[in-house]
């Protein structure tokens, strides 16, 4: 059982104990306060008959009033251990609360640390992208152009990017940390980050671009060229043409 579960389990049962103790200090207060109020008759009544002089009977007023002293004193020492009793159950209550929250900072110190330590671990064993065109979730890599594909997500620290261009309005310039050693791509000349898309043209400078910056909201059907190769296939096209139509003149 995990230590969670043993405290769940503990803290399941405090409830019953506290009321059970704070029924005995309500119990412990209502003797007492009976006890306070059988004390103050009596005096009332000893002081009346203290000024009539005489009880009925034969006792003497010296003999009352001795008597009636030592029942106070009595009452007194009871009404003492009562209040002991209440305070010792007033410090059980406490030291049983304050030994679950003592469990409970214990427990999420315990968890901090070990969330600390996986995140430096995590952190440390980060490694890198693959290298031979593409990463493993399609990101362009830092060298080679095989294994090209026409839509490319970004790895982990692309999608970061990611979240933090989207949390911010079009515009608002960001101050995040730049790797030098991060390569660019795109009209942008930006890192890599969100879904990209991969110029047909084997022999195209950029290769890689936003869907945002090239005006694309989804994948491409069939072959995608970029605007520059797009203009350049067109005039390749153009001057072909102009030579058929030369040859069969």
């Known amino acids: 059982m995990s230590f969670i579960d043993e405290f769940q389990a503990d803290l399941e049962s405090l409830p019953h104990i506290l009321q059970k103790k704070y029924a005995l200090m309500r119990d412990l207060d209502k003797s007492l306060q009976e006890i306070v109020k059988q004390n103050e008759q009596r005096c009332e009544q000893e002081i009346e008959d203290t000024k009539r002089g005489l009880r009925p009977g034969n006792i003497t007023t010296e003999t009352t009033l001795i008597r ?31 030994s679950h929250i003592q469990q409970l900072d214990q427990y999420l110190k315990k968890s901090d640390e070990e969330l600390r330590r996986e995140r430096e671990y995590a952190a440390a064993t980060t490694s890198p992208a693959p290298s031979d065109g593409t990463s493993k979730s399609g990101r362009p890599s830092e060298s080679g152009r095989g294994g090209r594909k026409k839509t490319r997500l970004a790895t982990a620290s692309a999608a970061t990017a990611t979240e933090v261009v989207a949390a911010n309005p079009t515009g608002m310039e960001l101050d995040l940390p730049v790797d030098p050693n991060e390569p660019t791509y795109c009209l942008c000349n930006q890192v890599s980050y969100g879904e990209m898309v991969a110029c047909d043209n084997p022999d195209c400078k950029i290769e890689w671009f936003h869907f945002g910056c090239v005006g694309l909201k989804e994948q491409p059907k069939g072959k995608w060229y970029c605007s520059d190769c797009a203009a350049l296939k067109n005039r390749r096209k153009g001057r072909n043409t102009i030579l058929r139509v030369q040859v069969l003149s």
């Open 68 to 98: 009636f002293s030592d029942e106070a004193l009595d009452e007194q020492k009871h009404s003492i251990r009562i209040a002991d009793e209440k305070v010792a159950l007033a410090i059980q209550v406490y030291d049983l609360v304050d």
